[in-house]
Antibody, heavy 117, light 110 residues
Framework: QVQLVESGGGVVQPGRSLRLSCAASGFTFTRYGMHWVRQAPGKGLEWVALISYDGSYKYYGDSVKGRFTISRDNSKNTLYLQMNSLRAEDSAVYYC??????????WGQGTLVTVSS | QSALTQPASVSGSPGQSIIISCTGTSSDVGGYNYVSWYQQHPGKAPKLMIYDVSNRPSGVSNRFSGSKSGNTASLTISGLQAEDEADYYCSSYTSSSTWVFGGGTKLTVL
């Protein structure tokens, strides 16, 4: 069965960096684009970024463009999100998710990032 | 990219039908047949209910259906059940090769 397991969340000070990881299993990772989606506490979903199946193209939401970088290692079936210059408003649960026909068919359980001094 | 517009809340009694709307622009909802809908119960990850405007993934009840007219997409839930009480989000692919979500709708089953 498809499994997406995020890790790397935690408490970080404003302006610092954090890298999230997502270990994928149960499907052929190299065939799918992958998303990061976040959800601030008590708020709605916000799309963060997408990377194509082979990493050749990447797209970002306006609020993270220039600060966050999505990447993947297909040899390790792992997705990453490098987050730099973190702000309080980046505090959220970050979900790793699989793309299917420009929708998201599988989601991880999420990892919580809290940006606070 | 502005969020798609959804009603903050809807409600219905068991057995009834409800419709949740999702309004965007010609650059997202109106421009592509890539509208999807997600159900999220408290403390859980979202679940895909509808993709490509009106397609149901395997395992999703046929009580859930989707449609689109112009810049507005809709999710219909028929034969409401207590377990349908959740937050629902729409999403669309956009002309910027990005994705946008709606603000979410809280469904209450009375």
């Amino acid at each position: 069965q498809v499994q997406l397991v995020e890790s790397g969340g935690g408490v970080v000070q404003p302006g610092r960096s954090l890298r999230l990881s997502c270990a994928a299993s149960g499907f052929t990772f190299t065939r799918y684009g992958m998303h990061w989606v976040r959800q601030a506490p008590g708020k709605g979903l916000e799309w963060v970024a997408l990377i194509s199946y082979d990493g050749s193209y990447k797209y970002y939401g306006d609020s993270v463009k220039g600060r966050f970088t999505i990447s993947r290692d297909n040899s390790k079936n792992t997705l990453y999100l490098q987050m730099n210059s973190l702000r309080a408003e980046d505090s959220a649960v970050y979900y790793c998710a699989r793309d299917y026909s420009n929708s998201i068919d599988y989601w991880g359980q999420g990892t919580l990032v809290t940006v606070s001094s | 990219q502005s969020a798609l517009t959804q009603p903050a809340s809807v409600s219905g009694s068991p057995g009834q039908s409800i419709i949740i709307s999702c309004t965007g622009t010609s650059s997202d909802v109106g421009g592509y047949n890539y509208v999807s809908w997600y159900q999220q119960h408290p403390g859980k990850a979202p679940k895909l209910m509808i993709y490509d405007v009106s397609n149901r993934p395997s395992g999703v009840s046929n009580r859930f259906s989707g449609s689109k007219s112009g810049n507005t997409a809709s999710l219909t839930i028929s034969g409401l059940q207590a377990e349908d009480e959740a937050d629902y989000y729409c999403s669309s692919y956009t002309s910027s090769s990005t994705w946008v979500f709606g603000g979410g709708t809280k469904l209450t089953v009375l």
